[in-house]
């Protein structure tokens, strides 16, 4: 079994469970990592003139560290069916944690960073930050995640089922809209406009500043100034377009168009081509930083989609509550 394959997702099916592995890609981390550390430890022991005696406390703390790599590419996810729980396991056989079916909404996809993965959800969050249950692909028609869809996510979606109360997806009643203002058969999306014009005219007010004699980063143009005027001067522009940017849902004449005063970037696209909502998570530096919603269209006479982010928020209820408001929109 080469190096790749142990980096896709794997899976055991069993008569009485399932069990996922979706941590693959850290063997080839502790295959990267014991390549450098076994050309860092050659280098210490010969060049600098250690001995192994001396040295044996680092090479079991390296050793220890890819032992560590390895085992959390074993780390599991269990689907007892028996029992109804869902369990995660260190290293594939320390329990951190168990789900009851009951409490387990679907398995999802949540596109991150240019790529996509497969996240358990629970029913009190259901987009939350979710449980990861795949490595991470690239494309859709890859083939690891087809089978895996095939194999794993379809049957284990009928087990959930059985165990679902009558009220678990029952649609949020809307009788008024917190997103949206509206006006007859019109939904247009709130936007905070105050804030959008402050923060851009900030920006790009420091911007301007850095262009005069008194600017606070000096007057050379090292690839950090030159980023940062970029930053400034178009990205404070931006914001302020962003906020004066309508997104309206039109019932009457069944559209939804974005529409800005420059003109520029403005879309029209039928109720009748609508193909889906998906959650974008967005983290800056490993960290959390608000979630996207997109809608999906199909270009007319294609099977190609087109994707707009309709709104961003950091809460997950927030979040809930929008695509329930679109939804009761669309349908």
Not at 86 to 97: H, N, T, V, W
């Amino acid at each position: 079994m080469s190096l790749k394959s142990l980096s896709k997702t794997r899976w055991r099916i069993e008569p009485d469970r399932i069990t996922v592995y979706p941590y693959g890609l850290s063997y080839i981390l502790a295959a990267i990592l014991a390549i450098i550390f076994a050309a860092g430890y050659f280098v210490y022991i010969n060049y600098l003139h250690n001995t192994l005696e001396s040295s044996y406390v680092l090479l079991l703390v390296l050793v220890i560290v890819i032992i560590l790599f390895v085992g959390w590419a074993g780390t599991s996810v269990e689907f007892d069916i028996n029992g109804g729980i869902m369990r995660k396991k260190l290293f594939g056989i320390i329990p951190i944690s168990s789900i009851p079916f009951s409490r387990i909404y679907a398995i999802n996809p949540v596109t991150e960073l240019g790529s996509y993965k497969y996240k358990v959800f629970k029913k009190e969050n259901r987009y939350g930050k979710g449980i990861l249950v795949s490595s991470a692909y690239g494309k859709n028609d890859d083939p690891n995640a087809l089978a895996f869809v095939d194999e794993v996510i379809t049957p284990i979606h009928r087990y959930l089922e059985l165990h679902d109360g009558p009220d678990d997806f029952k649609p949020l009643n809307i009788e008024s809209y917190k997103f949206f203002n509206v006006q007859g058969g019109s939904y247009t999306i709130k936007k905070n406009k105050v804030g959008s014009v402050i923060l851009g005219l900030t920006l790009l007010s420091i911007g301007i500043h850095e262009l005069t004699p008194n600017a606070w980063l000096g007057h050379g143009y090292d690839i950090g100034r030159i980023c940062f005027l970029i930053f400034t001067l178009i990205g404070g522009p931006i914001i302020i377009l962003a906020g004066f940017t309508e997104v309206t849902f039109d019932k009457n004449t069944r559209l939804l168009t974005r529409t800005n005063p420059t003109g520029l970037g403005n879309k029209s696209y039928s109720f009748d081509d609508f193909n889906g909502i998906q959650t974008v998570r967005k983290s800056t530096n490993f960290i959390y930083s608000g979630t996207d919603v997109q809608v999906y269209f199909l270009k007319p006479g294609t099977q190609k989609e087109e994707a707009i982010v309709l709104q961003s928020f950091f809460s997950t209820k927030k979040v809930e509550r929008f695509i329930a408001e679109v939804n009761n929109i669309l349908k």
